[in-house]
């Protein structure tokens, strides 16, 4: 699959087929979210996409389209082409599947311990590049970061894997895509869009076979600023991890979790 990247300010539209910039809600009354001015949009074309995309695109179709109904985006181009020439038209999708933590774990450090343990690695880092990929069934968007990492916590993956000098290839649900001429943005409310340059602590799952990261769970993120982290789940959390959390307390509590034993494996959640 061919690439070119662009920056571009443009209007928004967006759906759950497909609507328009200033709507306040879309058909399936989700808030929709704020382009920014610099969004990076990506070019591409469907068809003959890279053995590393087919891997990705296995990844996202059990999450995002496991019974192969959902609207293809080559569609979703020409329609928006035919309605609303020249503007940005979407589609979006609920938040991933529902984390199965059975018994709900009632301590923060309950709680990391069982995602350290479902967890190849945890890092801490950052990115200034990105680039959005269209899944080989054309129904879905992720987007690949260069992740930069400043601090391993955990590394269970190949010896020489993830290093401080290179960049981590990283990819998430959802993106910004041009295809066929038509902007198209893919919302994952699980997946908040990442700031460039700033600074992430992450719980991810390694794919070998394409040689990169996802995240463990729609709660395995956690944003820093200054002295503090905050998670982006919209899932709940124990209540020692809600809100502002101290950057020492909160690391001390991951170093803890790393360490503990995993009594069993958990399912992977999405």
């Known amino acids: 699959m061919n690439i070119l990247i662009v920056r571009s300010a443009m209007m928004f539209v967006m759906g759950a087929g497909i609507y328009l910039a200033d709507s306040q809600i879309s058909d399936g009354q989700q808030a929709k979210p704020q382009p920014t001015p610099d969004d990076e949009v990506t070019i591409v074309y469907a ?28 569609e979703l181009s020409q329609l928006g082409k035919a309605r609303f020439p020249g503007k940005e038209v979407g589609t979006g999708g609920g938040i991933s599947d529902v984390p199965d933590l059975g018994q709900f774990p009632k301590t923060g450090i309950e ?16 990115f200034d590049n990105k680039k959005a990929h269209l899944t080989d069934d054309d129904a ?27 960049p ?33 602590l992450l719980f991810l799952r390694f794919i070998p076979s394409a040689g990169g990261f996802m995240p463990a769970d729609v709660t395995s993120e956690f944003a820093k600023d200054g002295d503090k982290f905050r998670s982006l789940s919209r899932y709940r959390l124990p209540l020692d991890l809600l809100g502002d959390l101290d950057a020492k307390q909160f690391l001390d509590q991951v170093s803890a979790a790393v360490s503990a034993q995993c009594i069993q494996e958990l399912p992977i959640r999405n």
């Open 168 to 200: 981590i290839e990283l990819t998430r649900s959802g993106g910004l895509i041009n295809l066929d001429g038509t902007p198209i943005r893919v919302n994952d409310s699980a997946y908040p869009p990442l700031d460039a340059h700033k600074q992430y």
């Open 47 to 74: 068809g003959n996409p890279s053995d590393k995309e087919r891997e990705y695109s296995k990844e996202y179709k059990r999450i995002n389209n496991p019974d192969n109904t959902r609207r293809k985006l080559t």
């Open 140 to 166: 879905w968007v992720y987007t690949e970061y260069d992740f930069a990492v400043s601090k391993i916590l955990k590394d269970n993956t190949q010896p020489g894997m993830i290093s401080l000098k290179t």
């Open 111 to 126: 709680f990391l311990s069982k995602l350290s343990c479902q967890s190849d690695t945890i890092v801490i880092g950052s």
